[in-house]
């Protein structure tokens, strides 16, 4: 396919030099500044995922209806979606900064105990911080065009070069100046011009699409259809902001920023690692979507099948990622920001527990992702952010168990409701065939197994790292790691024997 392979090398390229900086950012920031400041950045952040949730779903929706009228050279078509697209962002450009700048005045009681900021200062910080994301959508209904027209590589390229410029000034602000202000004001500044530059790129190159006075309008019925896709989407998604989004606004108010400071480099990690393995994982879907509808293997025995092993490999790599997070998170953190930043024993098993758990899940999301199952959850999803916040919440506010209630309440989300509904969304609407009681216990099998690695692993590294230097320590922990992959892998052969084959083909395909 035409540009594929560009597109996909540059978004790894890009996500990887942006993770990268991210992490060189953070530790100029957390040393400059301190770990309020973190806590406070990780807060707003997290704000601003709830805020901009209403966007979700609609880029999805207008890029898959892009496809026919692109193949097909309808501009009257594909203008029509384009002007849809702009007003609806447009709305929610409007909608966040708004919302931005009433939330502001609520930040304070956000903040456990205190802190060391005015409430105009936490009010103005958040504001330039939210305006950075408000700006980009005015110019975001553009760059799908890239995305549809597999051009997005572009865009990718845009994105690197004004990331590491952005980066670059961050830290000698962090140097030279310690200034909050200042380095949000950089970001919105270029961000801004980001925009500007690959606004002026889309024009040039498609110029027939971009002319003020060509302006289409949808029909009733593609509207309609649009809008019911939108909706399906955007009530998916939901529960999932809620899992990812609320957890450092629940610290924040009970715990306070010190702590949430301390946690979010942990997240940082997290964010890294599930970039990495959502992409490979979104890289199989269009794959899952061709299988369904191919003549050779249009039968749900056979897309059955492909369910299990693509299910199979995932459990796989999520526990090498998991033992990797493990075995060198403590090692990872003493040299980044510091020993002083790294967490107690409990909610380093939790988090990364709760990591798992979640990415479990993302094998089933690419299936109902391909076969187009997103209306059938729009109440799951609501329940699934009601369970997790109010979990959550009484978990911290009645027991002592401070984070760790916190990640118990999202896995306690994740192992009841969103375990049991989408695999029977999956089942009911798509893979009659599954098995729930296979399912159920080779998912068991796995966790346990994911459960009592992840508890060795940081045991292990733990007692090296208090008494060797990390020089010495980091070889053992590189044998250690490769023990327990080998470990999980003669398990995974032996709990997952046709799984197991299908991983090992493909293992020797890429010799």
């Given at each position: 396919m035409r540009n594929v392979s560009k597109n996909v090398g540059f978004s790894i390229i890009n996500n990887v030099i942006v993770l990268i900086l991210s992490f060189v950012v953070r530790r100029f920031f957390i040393l400059q500044l301190g770990t309020d400041y973190v806590g406070l950045n990780s807060l707003f952040s997290n704000i601003l995922g709830i805020l901009s949730f209403a966007e979700l779903g609609i880029g999805v929706a207008v890029t898959a209806s892009l496809y026919e009228p692109l193949q097909r050279g309808n501009k009257k078509l594909i203008r029509a979606y384009l002007h849809f697209y702009r007003k609806f962002l447009n709305a929610v450009a409007i909608i966040i900064t708004l919302a931005a700048a009433t939330v502001g005045f609520f930040i304070p009681t956000f903040i456990h105990g205190g802190s060391i900021f005015t409430d105009f200062q936490l009010w103005l910080y958040f504001f330039l911080y939210s305006l950075s994301s408000a700006v980009t959508y005015l110019i975001t209904y553009k760059r799908i065009i890239l995305t549809a027209d597999q051009n997005d590589y572009l865009n990718q390229v845009n994105n690197l070069i004004f990331q590491?410029?952005?980066?670059?000034?961050?830290?000698?602000?962090?140097?030279?100046?310690?200034?909050?202000?200042?380095?949000?004001?950089?970001?919105?500044?270029?961000?801004?011009?980001?925009?500007?530059?690959?606004?002026?790129?889309?024009?040039?190159?498609?110029?027939?699409?971009?002319?003020?006075?060509?302006?289409?309008?949808?029909?009733?019925?593609?509207?309609?259809?649009?809008?019911?896709?939108?909706?399906?989407?955007?009530?998916?998604?939901?529960?999932?902001?809620?899992?990812?989004?609320?957890d450092n606004i629940v610290i924040s108010a009970f715990l306070g920023l010190t702590i949430l400071g301390k946690y979010?480099?942990?997240?940082?990690?997290?964010?890294?690692?599930?970039?990495?393995?959502?992409?490979?994982?979104?890289?199989?879907?269009?794959?899952?979507?061709?299988?369904?509808?191919?003549?050779?293997?249009?039968?749900?025995?056979?897309?059955?099948?492909?369910?299990?092993?693509?299910?199979?490999?995932?459990?796989?790599?999520?526990?090498?990622?998991?033992?990797?997070?493990?075995?060198?998170?403590?090692?990872?953190?003493?040299?980044?920001?510091?020993?002083?930043?790294?967490?107690?024993?409990?909610?380093?098993?939790?988090?990364?527990?709760?990591?798992?758990?979640?990415?479990?899940?993302?094998?089933i999301i690419a299936f109902e992702t391909a076969y187009g199952l997103f209306w059938q959850q729009r109440y799951k999803s609501i329940l699934e952010a009601a369970?997790?916040?109010?979990?959550?919440?009484?978990?911290?506010?009645?027991?002592?168990?401070?984070?760790?209630?916190?990640?118990?309440?999202?896995?306690?989300?994740?192992?009841?409701?969103?375990?049991?509904?989408?695999?029977?969304?999956?089942?009911?609407?798509?893979?009659?065939?599954?098995?729930?009681?296979?399912?159920?216990?080779?998912?068991f099998i796995t966790l346990i197994f994911l459960i009592w690695t992840t508890i060795l692993g940081i045991f292990i590294s733990n007692i090296l790292l208090s008494n060797i230097s990390v020089l010495f320590a980091f070889p053992i922990l590189i044998i250690i790691f490769l023990l327990l992959c080998a470990s999980n892998y003669a398990v995974f052969s032996i709990v997952f024997p046709d799984e197991y084959q299908f991983v090992k083909s493909r293992i020797k395909r890429q010799r």
């Open positions: 590491s410029i952005i980066a670059i000034l961050q830290i000698v602000v962090l140097v030279f100046w310690q200034n909050y202000l200042l380095y949000l004001i950089i970001q919105v500044v270029f961000v801004v011009l980001s925009n500007f530059t690959i606004n002026h790129r889309i024009n040039k190159r498609y110029p027939e699409l971009f002319k003020k006075k060509l302006v289409e309008k949808l029909d009733k019925k593609t509207h309609h259809e649009l809008r019911k896709s939108i909706t399906g989407m955007i009530s998916a998604k939901v529960g999932g902001i809620v899992l990812t989004s609320t979010s480099n942990y997240v940082m990690i997290v964010t890294g690692l599930t970039v990495v393995l959502n992409q490979l994982i979104t890289a199989l879907t269009p794959s899952i979507g061709n299988f369904r509808f191919s003549n050779k293997y249009s039968s749900s025995k056979q897309e059955t099948k492909l369910f299990y092993q693509v299910t199979g490999m995932n459990y796989l790599i999520v526990i090498f990622a998991c033992c990797g997070f493990a075995v060198f998170s403590a090692l990872f953190i003493q040299v980044w920001v510091g020993k002083q930043f790294i967490l107690d024993f409990g909610i380093v098993v939790c988090l990364i527990v709760s990591f798992g758990v979640n990415q479990f899940r993302q094998a369970l997790n916040i109010v979990s959550s919440i009484l978990l911290i506010k009645y027991t002592n168990l401070g984070v760790i209630g916190v990640l118990i309440g999202t896995m306690f989300t994740n192992l009841t409701l969103n375990l049991i509904w989408e695999i029977l969304i999956l089942k009911l609407n798509a893979l009659s065939r599954i098995k729930l009681s296979r399912y159920f216990i080779q998912y």
